[in-house]
């Protein structure tokens, strides 16, 4: 008995990530991924010519949940069995980082469950390496290299966000039922449109100016953390 398609919901569809993660989807045939529900606030910036796919605008932080949950159900959202998380909003101030993208991976996930209910059968979360306070700067405070899945969790003044994303992940499938996943990534290489979130961009930018001083060397764009 062949497996059945399983259903996609990707937040953050315009990022880095989320064309990636549509990338992939559309990559595998129709009998291992079925619908794949995109939403973003600006419109789609990837031209995926593929029939799964379908685009619903969202402003995340100006909407509310049962807003939200009405539009995904009116396309398809009450048939999710796996949702893809990678909205972020920067902010420089920690604290207003943590407290807009908790707002946003809220909604997500409260949205998410009132249109599949217990269709949802896991939820995946991307955070990075500031798990690991390598944001800091402090060698000290930092994670060992290598990074390890269980390492613990480093200071929290300033506040680190992800510790938040995952715990309200965490209690929410907890209470839900439904399996959840989280990825780390470092820094992350890719394409979109209007989205300078991205290594590539950051070392073109520093080459070219660097380049344009006359420079045929540079200084390693990183740290030695």
Not at 147 to 170: C, H, K, M
Not at 196 to 209: D, G, K
Request: zero cysteines; hydrophobic letters at 40%; aromatic letters at 8%.
């Amino acid at each position: 008995m062949s497996p059945t398609p399983r259903n996609y919901l990707v937040w953050g569809a315009n990022g880095v990530s989320g064309i990636a993660a549509l990338r992939a989807l559309v990559e595998q045939p129709a009998s291992v991924v079925g619908s794949i529900l995109a939403v973003s606030r600006r419109r789609l910036q990837v031209d995926l010519k593929d029939a799964r796919i379908k685009f619903v605008s969202i402003d995340m932080l100006n909407a509310s949940v049962s807003e939200i949950t009405s539009k995904l159900k009116a396309n398809g959202g009450d048939k999710v069995n796996a949702a893809l998380h990678y909205t972020y909003i920067e902010k420089k101030d920690a604290q207003e980082l943590l407290d807009v993208n908790h707002v946003l991976l809220s909604k997500a996930l409260d949205a998410t469950y009132a249109a599949a209910g217990e269709q949802l059968k896991h939820f995946h979360l991307q955070t990075g390496y500031k798990w690991y306070s390598l944001h800091l700067a402090n060698k000290d405070i930092a994670s060992p290299v290598p990074y390890r899945e269980d390492a613990p969790r480093g200071p929290t003044d300033p506040p680190n966000f992800y510790y938040d994303q995952v715990d309200t992940l965490i209690a929410h499938a907890r209470k839900h039922g439904y399996a959840w996943s989280e990825t780390r990534p470092n820094t992350i290489i890719g394409a979109a449109k209007g989205n300078f979130m991205n290594q590539a961009v950051s070392t073109s930018l520093y080459l070219t100016l660097e380049k344009a001083k006359g420079k045929s060397e540079v200084q390693y764009p990183g740290n030695t953390l």
